[in-house]
């Protein structure tokens, strides 16, 4: 598990690849394949190269490994779109968007979009894309009923 986290975080496709198609990594107590494996805090490979930036990597994960684009199964229900916007990883919004099917409205446990993530980061740049190019709700409300503009 340790060894796909660490690809994924650093986009070392090659390795996932290699671990993927041996089908070589399990999580031993469940015995559950590969594309399962998720950390302590629920987070999956998809999250984790999100949050780096990892386009290729991201790409990979979904389009040829079959992993979710909008996993929630984690302690936020945060999905990686709302990583990559809060970082700024603009190539890898786009990417999670057009080319894997994320959803740009899809809200976290405390009802934020990636719009609120961006807005969070300070990241104007992707702010402007996920409203411009992707549609994402201007006024959207978090479960506390603050917009994305506070």
């Not at 340790?2 to 090659?14: C, E, H, K, T």
């Not at 389009?63 to 199964?73: D, F, I, M, Q």
Request: include cysteine.
């Amino acid at each position: 598990m340790v060894m796909l986290q660490w690809a994924s975080s650093i986009g070392d496709v090659r390795s996932l690849r290699t671990l993927t198609e041996h089908n070589s990594v399990r999580l031993s107590l469940l015995a559950q394949p590969v594309n399962t494996v998720r950390n302590v805090y629920g987070l999956s490979r998809v999250h984790w190269a999100a949050l780096y930036g990892h386009t290729g990597t991201v790409k990979y994960l979904v389009n040829e490994c079959g992993l979710a684009a909008n996993p929630r199964e984690n302690n936020m229900g945060l999905a990686p779109l709302h990583f990559a916007a809060n970082n700024g990883h603009i190539g890898t919004v786009d990417a999670l968007v057009r080319e894997c099917g994320a959803l740009v409205n899809l809200k976290d446990r405390q009802g934020t979009t990636a719009l609120h993530w961006a807005s969070g980061g300070g990241r104007l740049i992707t702010m402007a894309k996920l409203v411009t190019e992707y549609g994402a709700d201007v006024d959207a409300r978090d479960t506390a009923g603050m917009p994305v503009y506070s």
